[in-house]
């Protein structure tokens, strides 16, 4: 158990809806960064927050926003669902935002599909 | 922009030992991670290199060469619970993963 956990477990949608994935860091860390696994694209960065200001955006769709509260739980919002963006999405945490703070801590993902 | 280049799939028996390239192409390239993950889990991580050189973590070891832009994962003893996907990452000065496609080891009895 990393201590991030993620809520839902699992989400079956429909094209076109809007769904809001949580993520709650280890205690103490001020990063949190989210990924999508999808079997043809691998593990893509999407986005990073620290302290609640993001840091940094990857190949992230205009239709995806993410925030970070100020307890430090993130979730990530995906509207106008698409069959493509059926994957699995997780979030990591760590301390700091600094590449001297290598380790991430995944939390356990949240299987999206898309119908 | 970045990329990393690793195998797709290595098999070998118990107690081999098994090595993962990792050439990548990056720019503010600070440092390669390593992670772990088995069949619909979360990514663990391993080992991580910022300095040319090896880490030896128990039955697991990484090297890098900034160079040469290379590094591999080194793991020895294969057991059956080893038989997962491998990532090779790259970190950026904010720590941003940047993930290789993973290669998959198989290991057999």
């Known amino acids: 158990d990393s201590g991030v956990t993620q809520t839902p477990k699992h989400l079956i949608t429909a094209t076109g809806q809007r769904v809001t994935l949580r993520c709650s860091p280890r205690?103490?860390?001020?990063?949190v960064y989210w990924y999508q696994q999808s079997l043809d694209q691998g593990l893509q960065f999407l986005i990073h927050?620290?302290?609640?200001?993001?840091?940094a955006k990857g190949n992230i769709l205009e239709r995806f926003s993410a925030q970070q509260f100020p307890d430090l739980h993130s979730e990530l919002n995906l509207s106008s669902l698409e069959l493509g963006d059926s994957a699995l999405y997780f979030c990591?945490?760590?301390?700091?935002?600094?590449?001297?703070?290598?380790?991430?801590?995944f939390g356990p993902g949240t299987r999206l599909t898309v119908t | 922009g970045q990329s990393l280049e690793q195998p797709s799939e290595v098999t070998a028996v118990e107690g081999a030992i098994v090595q993962i390239n990792c050439t990548y192409q990056?720019?503010?390239?600070?440092?390669l991670s390593w992670y772990q993950q088995h069949d619909g889990g979360a990514p663990t991580f391993l080992s991580y290199?910022?300095?040319?050189g090896l880490e030896e973590t128990g039955r697991f070891s990484s090297f890098l060469s900034r160079s040469d832009s290379y590094g591999y994962l080194l793991l020895q003893e294969l057991q059956m619970k080893d038989s997962a996907s491998y990532f090779c990452?790259?970190?950026?000065?904010?720590?941003?993963?940047?993930f290789g496609a993973g290669t998959q080891v198989v290991v057999t009895p």
């Open positions: 990056t720019s503010g390239f600070y440092g």
């Open positions: 990591a945490s760590s301390v700091e935002a600094s590449a001297a703070d290598y380790e991430q801590y």
């Open positions: 290199n910022a300095l040319d």
């Open positions: 205690s103490g860390d001020l990063s």
């Open positions: 990452a790259v970190s950026d000065s904010w720590g941003k993963l940047q």
């Open positions: 927050y620290y302290n609640g200001e993001e840091r």
